[in-house]
């Protein structure tokens, strides 16, 4: 790789790094994005909440709050040209004492000054919106402009397009160091060096480590663990709306929301770890969990949870995003310390970063851009007839592989030869779903190895969960 030069390198394929490379493809410009693991949304932005937030919480004036509004504003636009799930279903933050109802009008005039639509409720009218509330509810804040997002989708289908766009991704590099010379940058990897005029470093929870080879300013971020528990879709309709808690020192407390996919999602918690790729799930955190969703919702079904997680959010010591130009290093531009509202923030981030950088270029706007990306067949959408003729397409379209999801052998072939095509088997589920109902891929795992082997000419040995050293198999078969 040492004779490679980008204009553009950005180091990190999540949601972020992936909207800025989205954003940098519109102009004359050549940009990769170098990847650790095996696939994009691969780090926090595959755990999380998935919540796009309406914007009334982060301080006025801070860049989460005003990134934040104006990337809730560009998600419609965005779902409807990318095709990825997303749905305004609203918020609810609740207040359960009455000597509380000070911090909840803080909220409100925080939301206003924001430019947040907001409305104050009462415990009654809360309860006629969503009668699972408990009743020691004494009021809300209500935001109509929350939704919900797939956030693996809204990752995939910004790196798809700007690999359709011209960005190049390469995957299974680590940047290890970072070398200034004439021309702009040399990264070090484990995969050889990689030369760039410009750098944007969107690492995530590494983003420290990785600003901190370049600036004597340092950067210092804690990772904050988060578990969650996932429940069935018969207990998705348990709520419409996204229920918070009003916030506290670690964040906004225990959520409840039905998700895109239509199941039910709880969490997270708020634990600070030092290892930066530390994802466990412990009893204790799932107690606490399940514990305080009872809180707002009452009658949880939990015996239907399918399974829980864990995230890590890059939490920056300045307690804001760190978004521009490193000050002792030109050309080196960071996205760091995106934490919530990260995600939602996104499209707004991209394009903040993308013209940054083409400023620096003075680059141009090509006239061939494609703006729009066509997204994934999901057969269980569509009614019989559209089905039947899928099938008489592509007769894979009628073996069903994944039961609980409803996906069929034909959409895997898809997500494994479309743009940035699935190489893993969680690659496969991020994709089109498959594993990600009741049984979590108990039945429909190998029958998936066996296509993506087939497909891809990867032995069986070889296929991996994610990324490398998560191979399924011990031995050949």
Known sequence: MTDIRYDVAVIGGGVIGSAIARELSRYELSVCVIEKEEDVCSGTSKANSAIVHAGYDAKPGSKKAERNVKGNAMM????????????????????????????????????????????????DEVRKMEPNI????????????????????LTIALAENAADNGVEFIFNTAVTDIKKDAEGYVLVTNNGEIKTKAVVNAAGVYADT?????????LHITPRKGDYCLLDKEAGG??????????????????????????????PTAVDVEDKEYTATTAAEIADVVKKSAVSVKDIPYRLTITSFSGLRAHEDGDDFVIGEVADAPMFFDAAGIESPGLSSAPAIGVEVAELVAGKFDAKKKENFIAK????????????????????????????VCRCMDVSEGEIVDAIHRTLGARSLDGIKRRV??????????????????????ETGIPMEKICKNSTGSEMLSRKM
């Not at 709306?241 to 039905?258: D, E, H, M, N, S």
């Not at 269980?380 to 559209?386: G, L, N, T, V, Y």
């Open 76 to 123: 419609g636009d965005l779902a409807r040209d990318l095709e990825f799930e997303f749905k305004r279903n609203g918020s609810l933050v609740l207040c359960f004492a009455d000597e509380d109802m000070p911090k909840l009008g803080e909220l409100y005039q925080r939301g206003l000054k924001n430019g947040v639509e907001v409305s104050i409720l009462s415990g």
């Open 134 to 153: 408990t009743k020691e509810v004494v009021a809300a804040l209500w935001a109509p402009t929350g939704g919900i997002v797939c956030p693996f989708g």
């Open 210 to 218: 990785i600003h901190n080879m370049v600036s004597e300013k340092k």
């Open 238 to 267: 348990h709520v419409s709306a996204t229920v918070f808690q009003l916030p506290g020192k670690y964040g906004k407390g225990i959520l409840v929301t039905p998700t895109v996919h239509g199941n039910l999602l709880l969490g």
């Open 373 to 400: 990306r066509k997204g994934f067949v999901k057969l269980a959408e569509k009614s019989f007839e559209e089905r039947a003729a899928k099938i008489k397409e592509n007769p894979l379209y009628g073996v069903i």
């Open 433 to 454: 779903h498959q594993g990600m109902g009741r049984c979590q891929a108990g039945f429909c795992t190998s029958k998936t190895m066996e296509i993506l082997s087939r």
